[in-house]
């Protein structure tokens, strides 16, 4: 009778074991992979290091250089694209996501603390090229920051990169901004 018991048992507890177990979870990304379409690029702009076409406007004054791809630190450059991640776990479920053929425009539903981005726009453009918009607003008592990001790539090679904006801090005057840059390729 104890054989049996135990035999009725150890099949109970293994059953018993495995719905205590977690379920294989996938990671699935809820928005568009900003983030590993920007490491990708951030790599092959390391790996292949062209020269860059870099304009810059502040104010009214304006800046053009070109920089050697050996002295770009793109973990800088891109930084600012960090904040374009949806797919963070706080901001899960705040976007709403309307497509059509060529565009995934994702919109806050409501405003957040937690989220930075107030919509970002992905274009599947006739040349085989992809292009992110997206705008971004922060606020604290003394700073308000509106930026808007544009970003295109075409195989894995960024063809341009535009981030431009305005910074108003507490009794100083608003500072309207461009920062450009071309790869020389």
């Given at each position: 009778?104890?054989?049996q018991?135990?035999?009725l048992?150890?099949?109970?507890?293994?059953?018993?074991?495995s719905?205590?177990?977690?379920?294989?979870?996938v990671?699935?990304?809820?928005?568009?992979?900003?983030?590993?379409?920007?490491?990708?690029?951030?790599?092959?702009?390391e790996?292949?290091q062209?020269?860059?076409e870099?304009?810059i406007?502040?104010?009214?004054?304006?800046?053009s250089?070109?920089?050697?791809g050996?002295?770009?630190?793109?973990?800088d450059?891109?930084?600012?694209?960090d904040?374009?991640?949806?797919?963070?776990?706080?901001?899960?479920?705040?976007?709403?996501?309307?497509?059509?053929?060529?565009?995934v425009?994702?919109?806050?539903k409501?405003?957040?603390p937690?989220a930075?981005v107030?919509?970002?726009k992905?274009?599947?453009?006739?040349d085989?090229?992809?292009q992110?918009?997206?705008?971004?607003?922060?606020?604290?008592?003394?700073?308000?920051a509106?930026?808007t990001?544009?970003?295109?790539w075409?195989?894995?090679?960024?063809?341009h990169y535009?981030?431009?904006?305005?910074t108003?801090?507490?009794?100083?005057?608003?500072?309207?901004?461009q920062?450009?840059?071309?790869?020389?390729?």
């Open positions: 009778m104890l054989k018991l135990f035999a048992l150890i099949p109970l507890l293994f059953l018993l074991q719905c205590n177990m977690a379920p294989d979870t990671e699935r990304e809820m928005y568009f992979p900003v983030k590993s379409t920007v490491d990708q690029l951030k790599t092959t702009m790996k292949q062209p020269a860059i870099q304009q406007l502040i104010g009214a004054e304006r800046e250089k070109k920089i050697a050996q002295e770009v630190n793109w973990t450059q891109f930084k600012i694209l904040d374009l991640d949806l797919n963070k776990p706080v901001l899960q479920g705040m976007y709403r996501k309307d497509s059509t053929a060529q565009t425009t994702y919109t806050l409501k405003a957040d937690q930075k107030n919509w970002l992905v274009k599947y453009l006739a085989g090229s992809q992110i918009n997206a705008t971004l607003k922060s606020s604290t008592l003394v700073h308000k509106e930026r990001v544009e970003l295109q075409k195989n894995e090679r960024l063809l535009t981030v431009s904006g305005l108003k801090v507490i009794l100083e005057d608003t500072v309207h901004y920062i450009s840059m071309v790869p020389q390729w």
